[in-house]
């Protein structure tokens, strides 16, 4: 696969916050729009649940690390150990870029807090891993 960025930037910056699939897929088509995207993830490594959640026997970890490689040679900056709140504040989100997406995902399964016999209903991440 060849890097294909996209043929004119509008100079619109938008930070997304958050690099799991929702973050990679957001990241993807606003650069695809032109424009200057920044990936801002808390952990190590990209990915989130396709690094950190999905076993490598499900889902290899060259396949993500290959497609983020991709990512970045079409223009798309990525910061790792980048805790929003800490390392830079809302604040300074919002004043640096024209927009922020926020695809913070779950870090943990929690339960709908609704009343009724829901026996039958698992949380869907056992079924990814």
């Known amino acids: 696969m060849t890097p294909q960025p996209p043929p004119y930037r509008t100079g619109k ?32 490594r990209i990915g989130g649940l396709l690094m950190y959640g999905i076993p490598t026997m499900k889902l290899s970890k060259k396949v993500v690390q290959r497609r983020v490689d991709l990512m970045a040679a079409e223009g798309i900056t990525f910061k ?34 609704i009343k009724g016999n829901f026996t039958t209903l698992s949380l869907c991440i056992q079924f990814i891993l």
């Open 13 to 44: 910056k938008v930070a997304v916050v958050g690099s799991g699939p929702s973050g990679l897929a957001a990241a993807a088509q606003l650069n695809k729009a032109g424009h200057l995207v920044t990936v801002y993830e808390r952990n190590d």
């Open 80 to 113: 790792t150990n980048m805790t929003i709140g800490d390392d830079i504040s809302s604040h300074d989100l919002t004043e640096e870029y024209d927009a922020v997406v926020l695809c913070i995902g779950s870090t943990r399964p929690r339960d709908l807090p």
